[in-house]
């Protein structure tokens, strides 16, 4: 029996694919790190999937990450880095696979939301960092345990030292301790602290939430929110005024008309009484 053009051009199910699952939501995408055998600790098969999730859902206005288990991601498989064959080169303009996953994250025009269960630890603080935004649960706790056998948080130093306080990264970073929760959200490093059994449903509530509003505005929006967060007073007004400019570019017509519906009356989410 011959095979319809569909059936012949489904690719098979691979072991791989089911180390990051994506679970499609209309404009937003549930990814959920799958190694709970190893606390969701990212090995390279793990990072490759990673990144292809993150092309599956390219079209997603909102992205929640989350991990299966009592983790939400340990951070690189060091059992699998400290066991792997010394490279004969390195070259110089070739970037680590962990660093080009939090690159890829940082450039996909979604917006992330984490949903932090569990343990967060090295790599997964970057993680939760390199969000937009993040709901802990109550058993949640974050960490850099990296100084605590002799090494420096390549990622997770500078996202933490990027994102709270420097009192606080320093707590975080030279004490190697592990914050909980409540502690992570003084801090900032998470928005919201909920009941465990009600980590993704609000992280999803979020999502969809998020996920109402124009995806040109969204995508731009995201950009500029990582690009002003480096610049000074006059380049940051620049930068924004070019980057409303774009997306009124882009928009065309459907930015004219949501103005139109202001003046009108009709008023949006955080926008009049």
Not at 42 to 50: H, I
Not at 126 to 145: D, F, K, Y
Not at 191 to 206: G, K, M, Q, S, T
Not at 245 to 262: N, P, T
Request: proline share 5%.
């Amino acid at each position: 029996m011959a095979m319809s053009s569909e059936t012949s051009t489904t690719k098979p199910h691979t072991p791989e694919q089911d180390l990051v699952l994506v679970d499609a939501r209309g404009d937003y995408a549930v990814m959920t790190i799958n190694r709970p055998e190893k606390r969701n600790a990212m090995s390279s098969a793990a990072q490759r999937r990673f990144r292809a999730a993150l092309a599956e859902t390219v079209d997603k206005k909102v992205v929640v990450l989350t991990g299966t288990g009592p983790s939400f991601c340990a951070g690189v498989d060091l059992v699998e880095v400290r066991s792997a064959p010394r490279p004969t080169s390195r070259p110089s303009q070739t970037p680590l696979s962990w660093t080009q996953c939090q690159a890829d994250l940082r450039a996909h025009p979604a917006i992330f939301v984490a949903a932090v269960n569990g343990f967060a630890l090295g790599g997964g603080s970057t993680l939760i960092n390199n969000c937009e935004l993040a709901v802990a649960a109550e058993s949640a706790t974050i960490g850099a345990p990296e100084m605590g056998f002799g090494a420096w948080p390549v990622q997770a130093g500078p996202a933490m030292i990027k994102r709270v306080l420097p009192k606080h990264a320093a707590e975080i970073v030279f004490m190697a301790k592990r914050v909980d929760a409540a502690t992570a959200l003084r801090m900032g490093l998470v928005n919201e602290v909920v009941p465990d059994d009600r980590l993704l449903d609000r992280a999803c509530e979020i999502a969809a939430h998020i996920a109402g509003f124009d995806a040109i505005a969204l995508d731009w929006g995201k950009k500029a929110y990582h690009q002003l967060q480096g610049l000074d007073w006059d380049d940051a007004l620049d930068y924004s005024t070019y980057t409303s400019s774009i997306i009124g570019q882009e928009q065309g017509v459907a930015s004219a008309a949501g103005l139109d519906r202001f003046a009108a009356g009709h008023r949006g989410s955080g926008q009049g009484a």
